[in-house]
């Protein structure tokens, strides 16, 4: 069993920065591919971005964040992190990191239900 603990997440205004963190309680981080997810009130989970496993030299974004949000891992820290710049207030949202280790899943790394493991969400608002 891998626990996430999302950290990071409050309120900005308009054009302002924040960057997340999520941290894996398990030995073999470098092995999972790593996503981040966000949903808003009234909204269904959407994906935002993800990071392959081990060398983390692959990336995946949502075209809603291209060029603002930067995802990355330390797999020294069991960690990965989502850098947002540029914030707008429809980046508001519960934002959730996850982790998947099944064969194959980078194809598929923007598709939640493909992730075994969730964080419990931290909560970022962005004010206009």
């Known amino acids: 069993q891998v626990q996430l603990v999302e950290s990071g997440g409050g309120l900005v205004q308009a054009g302002g920065s924040l960057r997340l963190s999520c941290a894996a309680s398990?030995?073999?981080?470098?092995?999972?591919?790593m996503g981040w997810f966000r949903q808003a009130p009234g909204k269904e989970r959407e994906f935002v971005a993800a990071?392959?496993?081990?060398?983390?030299?692959?990336?995946n974004y949502a075209d809603s964040v291209k060029g603002r949000f930067t995802i990355s891992r330390d797999n020294a820290k069991n960690t990965v992190y989502l850098q947002m710049i540029g914030l707008k207030p429809e980046d508001t949202a519960v934002y959730y990191c996850?982790?998947?280790?099944?064969?194959?899943?980078?194809?598929?790394?923007?598709?939640?239900?493909?992730?075994?493991?969730w964080g419990q969400g931290t909560q970022v608002t962005v004010s206009s």
């Open positions: 398990t030995l073999t981080f470098s092995a999972y591919t």
């Open positions: 990071i392959i496993s081990w060398s983390g030299r692959a990336t």
């Open positions: 996850a982790a998947a280790v099944r064969a194959g899943v980078w194809a598929l790394s923007n598709l939640s239900n493909n992730y075994e493991y």
